[in-house]
């Protein structure tokens, strides 16, 4: 019997490739480096074979998406900043039989959702990033989830996260599961970006308090309180991808009756005026 072992809500900025690159960010991402490679450690002692990452970069418009490949190979370069995120290689092992099973339970419990075997189907750098780093810890068997989503509901990807909780207890598959995207997601606007050192900053303070109280309530394990709250946060703190990853994430865990008490190992930090860290859920 298969179970999740380790979950993780990730950070997954481009800074964190810059960081180890000369240049004006030399060294400015190590904490959220360090905080990767610290989730791998303990994915890896607690026997993680495979990992599933909700991806908010990766963009769907009907249905819900898995790319359940057999093997991830390539050199990826990002349509979206190709001055921070260029040639990267990658090569990871696919799970294909644990990303159907989970298209498969979501389907059957009425959220329509496809798997999909396609070389020519690119991971994004929401799925790609954690893995370059996570990987250096631990090799893992890698099912990547569409997490932005721009017609669907906080509920249908509750029932997502089910799907996978469910496929999972049904596999052999040991897993860490992995929500990639930040709190807050306001960029800079284009103009004000240089003026207001947008590397190393937030747009909104108004965000970034609502974001702490937002650590806060999960390191008070206060989850039931969170979820409430959580179609406001997304929508006007301008959660990544709505934040659909952050509710599959829960439903895998149990949604309001998750209670664990949540571990931040990459302290808070803005990044292009989103807020962005690293907190592990405990897995009961």
């Given at each position: 019997?298969?179970?999740?072992v380790?979950?993780?809500k990730?950070?997954?900025v ?16 190590q ?15 607690l026997?993680?074979d ?7 970069h ?7 998406h898995i ?14 900043f ?17 990303g159907?099973?989970?298209?498969k ?9 496809l798997?999909?075997?396609?070389d ?13 780093f ?10 990547s989830?569409?997490?932005w989503?721009?017609?669907h509901?906080h ?12 496929a999972v207890?049904?596999s052999?598959s ?10 807050s997601?306001?960029?800079?606007p284009n ?10 900053t937030i ?15 999960w ?9 409430k709250?959580l ?23 149990g949604w ?10 990459t ?9 962005q ?7 009961n």
């Open positions: 019997m298969g179970e999740i380790l979950a993780a990730c950070t997954h481009p800074t964190m490739l810059m960081s180890e690159q000369d240049g004006p960010v030399k060294g400015k991402r904490a959220a480096i360090d905080g990767h490679l610290e989730i791998a450690r303990r994915a890896k002692a026997g993680a495979t990992v599933v990452i909700c991806d908010t990766w963009v769907i418009n009907a249905g819900f790319n359940a490949n057999h093997r991830f190979r390539g050199l990826f370069t990002s349509n979206e190709p001055q921070f995120i260029q040639n990267m290689p990658f090569d990871h092992e696919g799970n294909p039989a644990l159907d099973a989970i298209a339970a979501a389907t059957e419990a009425g959220v329509y959702t798997a999909h075997h396609l020519t189907l690119e991971c994004e750098y929401g799925t790609l990033v954690p893995l370059h996570m990987g250096r810890a631990h090799k893992m068997k890698v099912v989830i569409a997490a989503c721009t017609v509901s509920d249908e990807s509750r029932v997502v996260g089910e799907a996978i909780r469910t207890e049904a052999d040991k897993v860490l599961l992995i929500a990639s995207g930040s709190l997601h306001k960029i800079w103009r004000d970006y240089a003026a207001n050192n947008g590397t190393f747009s909104s303070e108004f965000n970034r308090q609502v974001d702490l109280h937002v650590l806060d309530m390191q008070r394990g206060d989850h039931a309180t969170f979820l709250m179609p406001d946060y997304a929508q006007f703190c301008c959660g990544e991808g709505s934040m659909h990853d952050t509710a599959m994430l829960y439903g895998a865990l309001d009756r998750y209670t664990a008490k949540c571990e931040v190992v302290p808070y930090f803005p990044s292009s005026g989103t807020g860290t690293n907190v592990i859920f405990p897995v």
